[in-house]
């Protein structure tokens, strides 16, 4: 991210994709650690008790690493695939688990 | 991002810690006030001044209980303990509160020797402090996601700050005073560097203690909506009786104590809860105290309220479930010694200097491009107002609350909330204090008026009680002089901050060179 200048004033496509980062990195980054804790919760060879208390004490650290990567790569666009590519692959072997378990 | 990784690294933390500063200072604050909360509430309540605990008290307070609360869904009964001598006690009781259509909760607090109910004032005492330290006084549970949200840019925002570093172990020793900006980025990098497992490890164990309010999802992934079962299964948490609505008789509170005791290696509950008393189907859940251990494991024993017969017992804790109480516990920190107490306090100090003299280092890093422009921005003097109204109307506050304590007569209604509004009064002052001053002007001043109050207080409390140095320190009563002496303390501290801040800046915050320039870029310059 640029360093401001604090005389001349910001572009509208710096504060858009400044904007952009930060909802990536509240909501996209809440996303992305919640389905990680569902995941590692649902395949974690541990008991089910233990399986649930790992996965929520690590998903504050995947939290703090997304918003560091939100802010860290080159382009808003990049940010947001860097949330979403994972989250889609979460969030589709929570869903095959929760089929396959089913029948 | 085009300048690389450490810088936007310092961007990231620059904007992450001052959207959450004030409220992570206000956590701090609260926080660190909150290592001592048995003896603040026992400072304010200054009629408790001659307690003192003797072991089987617990048990005297029944028959007053069975008297004032027979109908009530739960007893709540805190045994008293070397910090809070008297036997502290809450019910909820069956007839739902007119306000809000919940359970009324009545408190008590009842003589550690002879089991009657001490008449004293009515105060929330440090229990108000510890519940602003994760609620803020809103609703408990927007406050405790506010909290939350603040705690996870923390988290961010030390490990960003950790990153721009490049050499953090040199900055640890590098301090140069009387130079403006950068005497400032030292102050910061010192004091943050120098507590920097205490912040890691209060950030993080903070969200811990609420996790699966903020992240449900990996319970949810294996139970549900049945937390019930988890709890149960993961926590050892005693699942619910329901009332038989029967009634039937309490059974003798001694020999669970002492079967406890055995149990226990002699370690004692901290809290009592007795389940529908009166009802045949009555429980007594006795909970193991944190004293001596680490962990904030539950154990809890629980007992059938008419025979006595043990049916529950929390046994041992799988690894995860561990590491988890472990964290909980370390961030309670019940377990220490008043040695290690203080130090934790310390760092919950240094804690507050860090976020403080970030938010400020923001302010003074801009301070001179917009006094060379005579321009001053709507966001830097929004920024100024905050951090002069957070950082000195949150001490003034706690003092207001402490001088309202004293002040307002035993026998005003709602007590207890006019000690709150007090606090939430002085601090909306202070604010609006910094609205019509000079910025270097209203610092100085609100930090001599904390300065006052404070080393006021121990004259405030000798006028007004019989619980002053003059009689606490003759009698080694170390909760109310060791009160007395901090607010001494932290007057002298405030008096000190107040005398620097009404010195003149010394020239050295100019600026070298005549345009502005990338203002991360320099402060990596500084650094490196």
């Known amino acids: ?103 | 991002m085009k300048e690389g990784f450490r810088q936007s690294m310092a961007w990231l933390h620059t904007w992450s810690g001052l959207v959450v500063g004030w409220i992570l200072f206000a956590v701090f604050v609260t926080g660190t006030l909150s290592y001592f909360r048995p003896e603040i509430s026992q400072w304010m309540r200054p009629e408790l001044r001659d307690a003192h605990a003797e072991p089987g008290a617990v048990a005297r307070v029944i028959p007053t209980l069975q008297q004032r609360a027979p109908d009530a869904q739960r007893w709540f009964i805190q045994p008293p303990t070397s910090r809070e001598p008297v036997v502290r006690v809450s019910w909820t009781n069956s007839v739902a509160d007119q306000a809000n259509g919940r359970p009324r909760i009545e408190r008590g607090n009842f003589d550690a020797t002879t089991g009657a109910e001490l008449q004293v004032r009515d105060t929330r005492g440090g229990e108000f402090l510890y519940r602003f330290h994760f609620e803020l006084s809103m609703q408990p549970i927007w406050g405790r996601w506010v909290v939350g949200f603040c705690a996870m840019f923390m988290l961010v925002a030390l490990i960003s700050g950790v990153i721009t570093h490049k050499k953090i172990f040199k900055d640890f020793f590098t301090f140069r005073p009387r130079k403006g900006q950068r005497s400032w980025l030292d102050a910061h990098n010192a004091i943050g560097v120098l507590a920097l497992p205490y912040h890691l490890l209060i950030t993080y164990t903070g969200l811990i203690t609420l996790m699966f309010m903020y992240m449900p999802w990996g319970v949810t992934a294996n139970y549900g909506s049945d937390t019930q079962t988890f709890f149960a299964e993961a926590l050892d948490f005693a699942p619910e009786a329901a009332p038989a609505n029967q009634p039937g008789t309490l059974t003798r509170l001694e020999p669970l104590l002492s079967a406890a005791a055995r149990r226990w290696e002699g370690a004692s509950p901290a809290l009592i809860t007795v389940h529908h008393p009166g009802d045949v189907n009555s429980r007594v859940e006795l909970r193991r105290d944190h004293q001596d251990r680490l962990s904030h494991a539950t154990q809890a024993l629980v007992f059938e309220g008419v025979s006595g017969k043990l049916i529950s017992a929390a046994g041992a804790e799988p690894a995860a479930a561990q590491t988890r109480n472990v964290l909980y516990g370390l961030h309670i920190a019940n377990f220490s010694s008043p040695g290690l107490r203080w130090l934790f306090a310390l760092s919950g100090l240094a804690g507050m200097l860090m976020v403080a003299s970030g938010l400020v280092l923001w302010s003074v890093k801009r301070a001179p491009t917009f006094a060379r422009t005579g321009r001053i921005p709507f966001g830097y003097r929004l920024v100024e107002i905050l951090n002069i109204g957070v950082i000195t109307g949150l001490p003034i506050a706690i003092a207001a609350y402490f001088w309202a304590n004293r002040l307002l007569p035993a026998g005003l209604p709602e007590r207890s909330t006019w000690e709150i509004r007090a606090f939430f009064l002085a601090w909306v002052l202070s604010l609006a204090a910094a609205l019509f001053q000079p910025a270097r002007t209203a610092w100085r001043t609100q930090f001599t008026f904390a300065a006052v109050l404070f080393a006021s207080l121990p004259l405030l409390n000798a006028l007004t009680t019989d619980a002053h140095l003059g009689i606490t320190l003759a009698q080694g009563n170390w909760v109310y002089a060791g009160f007395d002496l901090t607010m001494f303390g932290l007057g002298a501290g405030f008096a000190l901050i107040a005398w620097h801040a009404a010195r003149a800046p010394k020239k050295a915050a100019k600026p070298r060179k005549t345009r502005a320039e990338p203002l991360m870029a320099r402060a990596e310059a500084e650094q490196a």
């Open chain 1, 1 to 103: 991210m640029r360093s401001e200048n604090l005389v001349s004033s910001l572009t509208a496509s710096y504060r858009l994709s400044v904007a952009s980062r930060v909802l990536a990195a509240i909501l996209g980054g809440y996303m992305l650690s919640a389905l990680t804790a569902f995941a590692l919760a649902a395949f974690l060879p541990l008991s089910r008790s233990e399986a649930s208390m790992t996965a929520t004490l690590l998903s504050f650290l995947i939290y703090a690493c997304a918003v560091i990567w939100v802010f860290t790569t080159r382009t808003a666009w990049r940010a947001w695939a860097g949330i979403i590519a994972p989250s889609l692959v979460l969030g589709g072997l929570v869903l095959i688990r929760h089929y396959t378990a089913g029948a």
